[in-house]
């Protein structure tokens, strides 16, 4: 079944979103060669490539096939060399293969891009208040303390 050709970059976003929430439940299911077969048409786009590859590489993985696992793991890094899981699942590819000294680099390699690019964390609404309120009772306690310190100064140093 082919899907007709999407026009705008709105509909090539949608669809690219909608293929990865299905590729992941077909993962799931472990239907992999559909969930590939959807992955690759989405690619297509070249919307989210290293996301689409990763996610490619997780399906090759979960599916035992671990030499194209690798490649879209390397894609994925080719793509978007900050891409910390990428990185991390093919030092995995690379210990199941038994190619330790590979494993052992990429691991400590993904270790260190880990603690260098740290993920983006969305907070809600309500996290955002809790911080802001938090941050605004801290600056208080300080610019109070500093008030009173040199009100102390002001009183006993003269």
């Known amino acids: 079944?082919?899907?007709?050709?999407?026009?705008?970059?709105?509909?090539?976003?949608?669809?690219?979103r909608d293929a990865v929430e299905r590729a992941d439940g077909l993962r799931k299911e472990k239907r992999f060669q559909e969930a590939i077969s959807l992955l690759v048409e989405a690619l297509q786009y070249?919307?989210?490539?290293?996301?689409?590859?990763?996610?490619?590489?997780?399906?090759?993985?979960d599916g035992a096939d671990l030499s194209r696992a690798e490649y879209a793991y390397n894609r994925a890094l080719e793509v978007d060399p900050k891409h910390v899981n990428a990185?991390?699942?093919?030092?995995?590819?690379?210990?199941?293969?038994?190619?330790?000294?590979?494993?052992?680099?990429?691991?400590?390699?993904s270790q260190r891009m880990a603690l260098r690019y740290p993920k983006?964390?969305?907070?809600?609404?309500?996290?955002?208040?809790?911080?802001?309120?938090f941050s605004m009772r801290v600056t208080l306690w300080i610019v109070g303390g500093?008030?009173?310190?040199?009100?102390?100064?002001?009183?006993?140093g003269r």
């Open 87 to 109: 990185m991390h699942n093919l030092a995995v590819v690379y210990k199941r293969q038994k190619k330790i000294s590979l494993y052992v680099k990429t691991y400590k390699k």
């Open 1 to 16: 079944m082919s899907t007709p050709t999407l026009q705008t970059r709105e509909e090539q976003s949608a669809f690219v």
């Open 146 to 156: 500093f008030g009173l310190i040199a009100l102390l100064i002001w009183l006993f």
């Open 46 to 61: 070249g919307i989210d490539k290293a996301n689409l590859y990763y996610r490619l590489g997780n399906v090759y993985f």
């Open 120 to 133: 983006n964390v969305k907070f809600t609404a309500s996290e955002k208040r809790r911080i802001r309120f």
